[in-house]
């Protein structure tokens, strides 16, 4: 059976209980290992009603340091699904060590496992939070709805937008000090290539809450523009 067929036939076997993933086998690149799903209640974070703000931008454009400045000046939580996702492999857990060998091609981890990590995450901030930045999600189009229809529409999205050359230059600058397995130059053009592919679609279906701005500039003068418009979305919150 294809692991395509495979999986359908998982999903309908399961019924409402959250589906598990087939992540390929690292050695042989088939589709075989389940990685664990959970449930979550999910009630505290849609009645919160605090503003959700996604940040995009190619691998090095920069989110990372913006969303910092961000977190400082306004309180909001910074959830970055990459971190969230190389903490799990750091747990040593099952799921982690399957992540490993997807975030080591450059690939994206399947959606379901990204969305349950983010709402572990949430939840756990619920109480005291002032709203969430969840940075480099969505990645694809698919992820962004199911987002959306699982959790709570997004307030806005910032779009960091930097040349492919800007932000190789970036990476392998922060692969001195990063000791991410993926800031070496082949894994680079693998996630550059993942993201112009996948990226688009999102930007343009989000278009009435997405702006773009240039992240080729210093980090100050984005800022100031990040800030016209965070200010918005906490005057009107
Ligand atoms: P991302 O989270 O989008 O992958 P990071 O914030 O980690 O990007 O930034 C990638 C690298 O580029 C880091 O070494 C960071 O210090 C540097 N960097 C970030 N923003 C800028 C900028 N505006 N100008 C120059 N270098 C930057
Ligand atoms: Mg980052």
């Avoid at 799903?37 to 505290?44: G, N, Q, W």
């Avoid at 930097?162 to 692969?175: G, V, Y």
């Avoid at 082949?186 to 240039?214: M, W």
């Amino acid at each position: 059976m294809r692991p395509r067929s495979l999986l359908l036939v998982s999903l309908l076997a399961l019924g409402s209980s959250p589906a598990p993933f087939f992540a390929p086998n690292p050695r042989t690149g088939q589709q075989a290992d389940t990685i664990e799903r959970k449930e979550y209640d999910l009630a505290p974070l849609k009645n919160a009603k605090l503003p959700i703000i996604w940040v995009l931008g190619g691998p090095g454009s920069g989110k990372g340091t913006q969303c910092d400045r961000i977190v400082q000046k306004y309180g909001f939580t910074h959830l970055s699904t990459g971190d969230l996702l190389r903490d799990e492999v750091k747990s040593g857990s099952k799921r982690g060590r399957q992540l490993t060998a997807i975030m080591e091609r450059g690939e994206l981890v399947p959606l379901e496992v990204v969305l349950d990590l983010l709402k572990e995450a949430m939840l756990q901030k619920v109480g005291t939070s002032k709203g969430f930045l969840i940075d480099g999600y969505p990645r694809e189009l698919s992820q962004g709805k199911t987002f959306e229809e699982q959790i709570s529409p997004c307030t806005l999205v910032l779009n960091f937008d930097a040349s492919p050359e800007t932000m190789t230059k970036r990476l392998l600058h922060r692969a001195q000090t990063s000791g991410r397995v993926d800031d070496n130059e082949e894994t680079i053009k693998k996630r550059l290539q993942t993201f112009l592919t996948h990226s688009k679609p999102v930007v343009e279906h989000y278009a009435d809450k997405c702006r773009t701005i240039s992240a080729e500039n210093d980090p100050d003068v984005i800022f100031n523009e990040v800030q016209q418009c965070l200010d918005k979305v906490v005057a009107s919150a």
